[in-house]
């Protein structure tokens, strides 16, 4: 595996216009996010616009200082989907920012929110933030993916990268291992020889993550912390991230698209998705585009 890294740093950040009643906190902290990275804004809306659409959106920019000249907004109609992604597309975003629920049930595997539906289409990262604020607070404390995977190097750098843009103080490396590697003890000679087998896994891995680090421009402010756990992958990440009280959780993409199947049977991403710990950054890395989507959640999307 190729252990430089290289972070994801967002030029153009969009968000979704739906008006829904987490609307005007959305544009609030998507703007904060693009002042904090020096990006272009983008306000994309899916559908007619409307005299009502417009008032709304001025009275929103109005209330919040956000000159109007500072954001390019964009409405197309057809499918959210498919649109959204598409003026993705036509506008190299490399950010966007969207309503999503905070939990996914069972019973609503069926009809999925459209931010989870791009989340499991998209061909670039997302973000997804579970309390977007008016008045919008400090990202103090970091949690990110440390897995052995070909896009962990690039997911690390990406953190670090935003952290010093976000002034975040603590950021958690956390490595998922796999359970099944260790012996089960049955007896006390297995125990001893689970403990050394643990002992061995976690230093071999922590040489790996203190290579990735030291491709990575830290701030003077930033604590790096490492952990390695064991159990089953993304469930025990997010786990980890709500006991760490974390105000961003940072993962890779998927290798694979995501179907109905994944949801039921639910497996890494799935865990967090279904319910999400706090504010979560998915990074997509391709061959020829780095991209994140961000995406907000809340209970009103």
């Known amino acids: 595996m190729d252990s430089k890294a290289t972070p994801v740093e967002y030029k153009k950040i969009a968000t979704a216009m739906g008006f829904s009643p987490m609307a005007k906190a959305n544009l609030a902290e998507v703007y904060r996010i693009a002042q904090k990275c020096g990006a272009d804004m983008f306000v994309f809306h899916i559908g007619l616009w409307s005299d009502q659409c417009e008032a709304t959106y001025t009275s929103f920019l109005k209330e919040l200082s956000i000159p109007k000249s500072g954001i390019t907004l964009v409405s197309k109609n057809g499918d959210p989907k498919v649109e959204l992604l598409s003026l993705c597309a036509e506008n190299k975003i490399d950010l966007l920012a969207l309503g999503a629920l905070t939990r996914e049930k069972m019973f609503k595997v069926f009809n999925v929110s459209i931010a989870r539906d791009v989340c499991r289409k998209a061909h670039v990262s997302l973000l997804l933030l579970t309390n977007s604020m008016v008045e919008g607070r400090v990202c103090e404390r970091i949690v990110v993916n440390g897995s052995d995977h070909s896009k962990t190097p690039d997911t690390i750098a990406t953190a670090v990268w935003l952290s010093s843009k976000l ?38 891995q922590h040489g790996r993550i203190a290579k990735l680090l030291s491709y990575c421009s830290v701030h003077k402010d930033l604590e790096i912390k490492e952990q390695h756990v064991f159990g089953k992958p993304g469930y025990t990440i997010a786990h980890y991230a709500k006991v760490k009280r974390a105000d961003l959780l940072i993962v890779n993409s998927p290798d694979t ?20 710990p706090t504010n979560l950054l998915i990074v997509h890395t391709t061959k020829t585009l780095r991209h994140a989507c961000l995406l907000y959640t809340s209970d009103a999307a």
């Not at 639910?266 to 998705?273: A, N, S």
Request: aromatic share 6%; net charge negative.
């Open 257 to 276: 698209k995501l179907g109905l199947f994944d949801r039921i049977f639910k497996h890494d991403l799935e865990y967090i998705l279904s319910d999400l």
């Open 167 to 204: 002034g975040s103080r603590e950021l958690y490396v956390v490595d998922e291992l796999n359970e099944k590697s260790l012996v089960h003890p049955d007896d006390d000679k297995s125990q001893l020889n689970g403990t050394r087998k643990r002992k061995q896994i976690e230093r071999e």
